[in-house]
């Protein structure tokens, strides 16, 4: 997520976190903590539908100011993607300053979530074109993903 300024300083910048019910985001919350200044952490509580969820989101990202970086922690299991690419469409349309996402299935690439996020991350890159936002699959700590790049490109096939 390479955050950080000159000599370890935490940027500025606002940095949201957002997590799927039964993901695990703690160890993501904690790393984005040291990188930077501002961290806001928007979690969907388990009984909580997927279209509520993406109302509540959007209005705490309204409210939130400019964010740099958007985080979605998905939880593991697959079979999320209508949800899923709902509710990042959504937040890309909250945060229209936003530079960076980064999709995030945890720490293992083999979880069901891993194939549904790769292929979310070349859909959100079509749709928004060249329009200076990154896309990434990375872990809880910022780290590339063993075999996500693999995943990427068989969603693409």
Do not use: N, Y
Not at 75 to 89: G, I, M, N
Not at 104 to 129: F, N, Y
């Amino acid at each position: 997520m390479k955050t950080r300024g000159r000599k370890g300083e935490l940027r500025d910048e606002i940095c949201v976190l957002i997590a799927e019910s039964g993901a695990s985001w703690a160890e993501c919350a904690a790393w984005l903590s040291t990188q930077a200044r501002d961290v806001r952490v928007v979690i969907q509580r388990p009984d909580e539908h997927t279209s509520t969820f993406q109302s509540r989101l959007q209005e705490q990202l309204r409210r939130s100011g400019d964010v740099g970086t958007a985080v979605f922690v998905a939880s593991s299991s697959a079979e999320k993607l209508v949800p899923r690419s709902s509710l990042l469409r959504a937040v890309l349309g909250a945060l229209p300053g936003v530079r960076r996402v980064v999709l995030c299935p945890g720490s293992d690439p083999e979880a069901p979530a891993a194939r549904e996020l790769a292929g979310l991350s070349l859909t959100l890159r079509e749709l928004r074109g060249g329009g200076g936002v990154t896309f990434s699959l990375e872990g809880p700590r910022g780290e590339p993903l063993r075999g996500l790049a693999r995943l990427a490109i068989d969603a693409a096939a």
